[in-house]
């Protein structure tokens, strides 16, 4: 018997070894690829370090694109994340206190400052992807979204399609395929406008495309009518 017993305790044990458990340590993502100067601060540390294509990016660590500069992350879930220059951004640990409370978020970043694009897979259910900023947070469950965060505590959201979800303290709002939401620090997101595709501003049209193969970006947009046209999107340089 004490034989069978010390036999069932050392399986036990080398299962609960050997079991994969997530760790902060995960990486969340992967450089793809850049453009210019990327900086990286890791998790714990005060040093900034020059990014390469390849490097794993994990929950703490803290990227920052300089002047004319841009990088892309290929998220662990397959999400494509376009960061645009003179941007900070925060990588979050999913099984972090903050995200574990949301229930079943497969990644977390904060866009500190700057201008990002996102193409997210679509979720499971029960699962979403955020992306927080100081203002309020963006929840997807797969879509293809622009975001920017100025200085001046301003934050646009532009969904090219899909559905995002954007959250704060003061309220929230639905934001389909095709429109835009501009808010304040410190108010309520306002209702979403319709996106002019003639009047996208200069960030979108610098990251737009850097998460396909397209030349050009098409979306789908609901006129007055009712009716759904397919146009191609054209960017200014202001």
Do not use: C
Not at 100 to 115: D, E, F, I, P, T
Not at 152 to 165: F, P
Not at 189 to 200: E, G, I, L, S
């Amino acid at each position: 018997m004490r034989i069978l017993a010390a036999v069932v305790l050392s399986l036990a044990i080398s299962f609960v070894t050997a079991s994969p458990v997530a760790t902060a340590d995960t990486a969340q993502g992967v450089v793809k690829s850049l453009q210019g100067l990327v900086r990286v601060k890791p998790s714990g540390v005060e040093t900034w370090n020059k990014a390469k294509k390849g490097d794993s990016v994990r929950g703490g660590d803290v990227l920052r694109t300089m002047e004319d500069s841009k990088v892309q992350l290929a998220m662990r879930d397959g999400g494509i994340v376009t960061i645009g220059p003179l941007a900070t951004l925060e990588v979050r640990d999913p099984q972090a206190a903050e995200g574990a409370a949301k229930g079943g978020v497969k990644a977390r970043l904060k866009l500190l400052l700057g201008s990002i694009v996102a193409r997210i897979s679509r979720q499971k259910a029960g699962e979403e992807f955020s992306i927080e900023t100081p203002i309020a947070v963006a929840s997807v469950k797969g879509t293809h979204f622009g975001m920017r965060m100025s200085k001046d505590e301003l934050m646009d959201l532009i969904v090219l399609d899909g559905h995002v979800k954007l959250v704060n303290s003061m309220g929230s709002q639905d934001v389909k395929g095709g429109y835009l939401l501009k808010v304040r620090g410190g108010q309520a997101p306002p209702p979403p406008a319709k996106f002019d595709p003639n009047k996208a501003p200069g960030w979108l049209g610098g990251l737009v495309g850097s998460d396909t193969e397209d030349k050009f970006m098409k979306a789908t947009i609901k006129g007055s009518d009712g009716v759904e046209r397919e146009v191609v999107l054209k960017f200014s340089n202001k």
